[in-house]
Structure formats: structure tokens, C-alpha cells
């Protein structure tokens, strides 16, 4: 019985989540539409609010394509703030894990040559080294907590700068600058000119002319593995119990300072992964001067997360929203009176609001009145009153006879 009440309960919960994030959703796109309105109320309604709700479908098959193709980094980067997380870490590095995984994968990808190694090689060791790349940069601010205990949000803040300006230097002094297009000297070669990209595993046939890969699916798999990793398994559960509290799970023989070394160190991993599946696509080419700023797909993992309330799986459909969101924005200022920074609003009010999911979902979910408990309670104090009468006939009888 306990156990179908707790399943029971896990249930309740799960449906409660999911219908504050969809509320949270909800009242984005209503404060969407009244900036619509605000701004353009004679094309407020088609031009604007339905094509947002559309998405890609407005121009489906191709639109959905694209959308999956954008999805497969903002998937990984919501991931990696995901997972640290739920180790009660806050993983704003990403930006620089992104960016190291772009330096090396590219790197990987375009130094080795095609002639003498199989591309499907070169792109498998490419991925792997952006995840190795994004592994270690991520370690760094887990080992500055974990030693020192310095809050990993600045350790974080500092990373991601230097990342950017590594990044800069390295391609700078490379030889992956595009010089075969004079007007492109700012920007690295695609890997496609090295024979190199990410198959598209059919996804062509059914998305037609976008620019849709396997990077997506390489992307769902991940994020099924994270999911068994860190509810499934006996390392999860440390990681999360070194979140929950760091001294009980000491206490309890876990070795701390690994495990928060390891959840960022993975975290990582993932960011690099999503840039290796962005970059290696061979579609894209990255603009070296990168200490310009950061790249915005780092910092769109942490709404992702956060819609997601760090659920491995939850993060595969809402970075799916978020980048028909992007897409959407682009769209508008394209075809529209609008500009895209109308989705930024909508995407803005989702991220405040899920911040407060916790609320929302105390809101949501269904309390037992006062009075319930009282009858519970009360009910078994019942039980015992039933012997007391012969109890107290017996003590009449006695005296009777005394």
C-alpha cells in the first residue's frame, strides 16, 4: 500500500510540474501578445501571435527542420545547467565550455586530413575531443569549490572570459581561417571543407531543404543517458545527495569533493558537446573574434533548465520550444512589422516565472483540509472505548459481592 502511495504521489507531482510549466508557457505568450498589441494592434493577431504559435509549421517541412537543427546545442547547453542543478550547483560557465569545445573540435575536425583518416573517424574523435575540452574547463570551477569553496557563479563568470579570449588567440594564430573567400577572412573554415559533417541520417528526406542532421538525435540519446545516470544509478545519487547537502553526504562515507569536481566536470562535457554537434555540422561557420561576446546558446541553457524544472527529458522539448522561439523572433523581423525581440519578452516572462515554479506548483497542487486530518486522527482513539464497558461492569460486580 505504501508503495502505490508514493508511486501515486510521484504521479501527482509529475502532472503538477508539467502543468506549471505549461502555465508558466501560458502567461509568457499572453504578455507576448499584449506587447503585440501595444505596438501593432492591426497585426497583432495573424502577423504576429499566430505566427508564434505556429512556429515552424508555418513553413513546414522546412521550419520544423530547421527548428530541430537549433535545437540540438540549446538541448545540450540546458542539460549541462540542468545536471549541476540537481547537484546544487550553478553551472553559468557554459558559454565558455561551448566556446572551448568549438575551439577544439573545430580544431580536430579541420587539422586532421580527410585523405589519410575516414571522415566518420575524424567526426567521432572531433566530438569526443569537444567533450573531453568541455569536461576539463568545466572541472576548473568545481575544483575551485570543492578545494578552496569558492562560489563556483564567479568561478564560472571568470572562465567564460578567459575561454573567450583563448578562443580568439588560438584560431588568430591558426591556419582554419577561411582564406579561400577574401571576404570571410574573420571566419573559420566550415568542416565541410575538410570532408567533415554530421550525417543526416535520413532527416533530409523528411525535413527537404533545411539544415537538419543526426545532431539531434545524438542530442535525445544524451539526454535519455543523463536521465538513467542520474536517477538510475548509484553515481546519481550521490551527485545528488552531495547537492542536497554536502556534510550529511559526508558523513554518510560520500566523497564530496569528487563528486562536485565530477557534476561540473560533466556538466562541461555536455556544453562542449552541444558546440562539437553545432559546429561539425558542416552548415556553420564560426566568427573567430569571439571577446566580443559570449555566445548567447551558453546563457539559453539556463531557461531551458529552468522551463524543464531539471528534468534530463523536460529539457529535450523545451529547448525544442526555445529554439522555435528564436526562429520564430527571426521570422518576425523578416516577414513582419515586428522585430524579434518580441520573442526575448515572451522567453524573459517564462524564465521569471519558473523561477517561481516551486510556488506555482504549491498553488497547483491539492491540499487536505484541516478537518480531514482531525477525523484520521481521530478515528482509531475509538477503537479502545469499546472494551472499557465490561471493564468497568466488572469493578460494579466486585463491589457487590465486596
Not at 573574434?289 to 534530463?312: C, D, E, H, R
Amino acid at each position: 500500500m505504501k508503495n502505490k502511495k508514493l508511486s501515486h504521489n510521484g504521479l501527482q507531482g509529475s502532472v503538477t510540474s508539467v502543468m506549471a510549466a505549461l502555465l508558466c508557457i501560458l502567461i509568457g505568450l499572453f504578455v507576448g501578445f499584449l506587447v503585440l498589441l501595444a505596438i501593432n494592434p492591426a497585426h497583432a493577431w495573424a502577423d504576429g501571435f499566430v505566427r508564434i504559435l505556429k512556429g515552424g509549421f508555418h513553413d513546414a517541412p522546412y521550419g520544423v527542420g530547421k527548428e530541430l537543427a537549433n535545437a540540438a546545442p540549446l538541448i545540450m547547453t540546458g542539460l549541462s545547467v540542468a545536471v549541476a542543478f540537481k547537484t546544487g550547483l550553478f553551472n553559468i560557465g557554459a558559454p565558455g565550455q561551448y566556446l572551448m569545445g568549438t575551439l577544439v573540435s573545430l580544431s580536430v575536425a579541420l587539422g586532421i586530413p580527410s585523405e589519410s583518416v575516414p571522415v566518420g573517424v575524424i567526426w567521432v574523435l572531433a566530438f569526443l575531443a569537444g567533450c573531453l575540452s568541455g569536461a576539463l574547463w568545466g572541472a576548473i570551477p568545481g575544483l575551485v569549490k570543492a578545494l578552496l569553496n569558492i562560489n563556483e557563479v564567479l568561478a564560472c563568470i571568470m572562465t567564460n572570459w578567459i575561454a573567450a579570449n583563448l578562443v580568439t588567440w588560438m584560431f588568430d594564430i591558426s591556419s582554419f581561417k577561411n582564406l579561400t573567400e577574401s571576404t570571410k577572412s574573420g571566419y573559420i573554415y566550415k568542416t565541410t571543407f575538410n570532408g567533415v559533417a554530421t550525417p543526416k541520417l535520413g532527416l533530409d528526406a523528411i525535413f527537404p531543404g533545411s539544415q537538419v542532421n543526426g545532431g539531434i538525435l545524438v542530442a535525445i540519446v544524451i539526454a535519455i543517458a543523463m536521465y538513467i545516470l542520474m536517477n538510475k544509478t548509484t553515481l546519481g545519487y550521490e551527485l545528488k545527495a552531495c547537492g542536497a547537502n554536502r556534510h550529511a553526504a559526508r558523513y554518510a562515507g560520500i566523497r564530496d569533493k569528487r563528486n562536485i569536481v565530477l557534476s561540473m566536470a560533466i556538466a562541461g562535457a555536455l556544453a562542449g558537446a552541444g558546440a562539437a554537434l553545432y559546429w561539425l555540422s558542416g552548415n556553420t561557420e564560426f566568427y573567430w573574434s569571439t571577446y566580443q561576446s559570449l555566445p548567447a546558446v551558453g546563457f539559453n541553457g539556463i531557461p531551458v533548465a529552468l522551463l524543464a524544472l531539471n528534468n534530463p527529458i523536460a529539457v529535450v522539448f523545451t529547448g525544442i520550444f526555445m529554439a522555435m522561439l528564436n526562429i520564430v523572433g527571426q521570422q518576425l523581423t523578416n516577414l513582419t512589422a515586428y522585430n524579434e525581440y518580441i520573442t526575448d519578452v515572451i522567453i524573459s516572462v517564462i524564465v521569471y516565472l519558473s523561477a517561481f515554479s516551486l510556488a506555482i506548483r504549491m498553488m497547483l497542487s491539492r491540499k487536505k483540509k484541516p478537518h480531514a486530518h482531525v477525523e484520521e486522527s481521530a478515528a482509531p482513539a475509538e477503537e479502545p472505548t469499546e472494551p472499557a464497558e465490561p471493564i468497568a461492569a466488572q469493578t460494579e460486580e466486585g463491589g457487590d459481592q465486596a
